[in-house]
């Protein structure tokens, strides 16, 4: 029999998703006769304990007696329990600061880490995560705030709708004015910005038509890796070379600054990769980008004047064009940054629906079987050791 354990979200603030809903531990349960699923009772979980409760599993505040435990958000250190497997977003691949001490303890621990961010497969896809519900809450508050700073039209808060059906009947009757809007990226998030467009009735354009012209109705134009970067040297692209060798590439999107009413950004951003513009760039007359939604949400990043997080009731703030300074949203010479880091928490029960279907489909059974090349892959620590390919974390991690 193996126990697994929902833990409840430590980190503060408060996380509300789940990895795993009640419909789908009762479905467990069902199908498989050697798990038994226990819940920490959790005050703020967007499924409450009743509702584990009626669907049969049980209920702690004590997860000790559990072998493999799921959360979202990265647990607290005192939390941890050692010697146990986690699966979370321990955000520490990159080496984040503000992890450190996490991955530290995690290793004092004994700890095995299964990090949901580097399951993949084989091609490099990544199998699980909140992508497509951030793309749909961030497309959703990247127009919000154009509306607000402009006054064309006006948006509902996502987080005051109980479901992403409710979010969209919101739409109806919505007029979006003539806005050209550049979303960039190719993954799950753009995917979830991309829905967006499609139902509020944003229309998509060829980048070279985008660039060409304005129009009379709303468009928008989706920026992949060879519209947004080429080889210095060649002005090639080359989507492997590029992952291999990113200080090769330049950014080729000041273009699109020139045409861009809004900036919706889903775009994969690590330190050796080209940021979309340089901050420098915002005070040229040319550049009238006056919203930009970083769904990404890098500081310091692929946008480069993303100047920190804002919570989920505050999500925009301006960024003055000559200083640089933070500002409040919606003033003449600023640009408004949309900058959240849990935007799939608007949309809690529904994309903690989906979470779970990846989790079940493509990683609860070669968990219970001892492993797989997929899990393999992402485990950063075993039994409280760093893993071969989680090896460069050592100076990191303090070992």
């Not at 354990?5 to 603030?13: D, V």
């Not at 408004?336 to 935007?343: E, H, P, R, T, Y």
Request: proline share 5%; aromatic share 10%; charged share 25%.
């Amino acid at each position: 029999m193996v126990r697994i354990g929902l833990i409840n979200e430590g980190k503060i603030p408060a996380d509300n998703r789940v990895a795993i809903t009640p419909a789908q531990c009762k479905w467990i349960r069902q199908h498989f006769s050697n798990i038994r699923i226990i819940v920490q009772s959790s005050p703020h979980r967007c499924f409450p304990d009743q509702d584990y409760l009626r669907a049969g599993i049980g209920v702690k505040d004590d997860l000790s007696e559990c072998d493999i435990l799921l959360g979202i958000k990265e647990v607290p250190t005192d939390q941890l329990i050692a010697g146990k497997t986690y699966l979370f977003f321990s955000h520490t691949k990159k080496k984040q600061a503000h992890n450190q001490k996490l991955l530290q303890a995690i290793i004092e621990k004994g700890i095995t880490l299964i990090d949901f961010e580097c399951l993949e497969h084989e091609d490099g896809q990544r199998i699980i995560g909140f992508g497509f519900f951030a793309g749909v809450v961030g497309a959703h508050n990247g127009l919000m705030a154009y509306g607000n700073r402009t006054g064309l039209f006006h948006l509902e808060r996502v987080y005051k709708q109980r479901s992403f059906r409710e979010l969209i009947h919101t739409y109806f009757g919505l007029h979006i004015p003539n806005v050209k809007i550049a979303v960039t990226g190719s993954g799950r998030v753009a995917h979830g910005i991309v829905e967006i467009m499609n139902l509020v009735g944003i229309h998509e354009v060829e980048p070279d038509e985008y660039l060409a012209r304005r129009f009379a109705y709303p468009v928008y134009t989706q920026l992949k890796g060879a519209d947004l970067y080429r080889k210095k040297q060649s002005g090639t692209y080359s989507r492997l070379d590029f992952h291999e060798n990113p200080t090769d590439y330049e950014s080729v999107f000041l273009p699109f600054s020139e045409q861009t009413d809004i900036l919706l950004n889903g775009v994969y951003w690590e330190k050796n990769i080209p940021r979309l513009f340089e901050k420098e760039d915002i005070q040229s007359e040319r550049f009238i980008i006056q919203t930009i939604a970083d769904i990404a949400d890098d500081i310091n990043g692929s946008v480069p004047i993303n100047l920190g997080d804002q919570s989920i009731e505050d999500p925009v703030y301006g960024v003055d064009r000559l200083t640089f300074q933070k500002t409040s949203p919606y003033l003449e010479n600023s640009i408004d940054i949309m900058a959240v880091g849990n935007l799939p928490n608007e949309l809690p029960r529904d994309a903690s629906r989906y979470f779970g279907e990846q989790l079940i489909k493509y990683v609860l059974e070669p968990l219970l079987q001892g492993g797989s090349s997929v899990i393999e892959r992402a485990t950063i620590t075993r039994q409280g050791k760093l893993t071969p390919a989680f090896d460069y974390l050592k100076d990191y991690a303090g070992r």
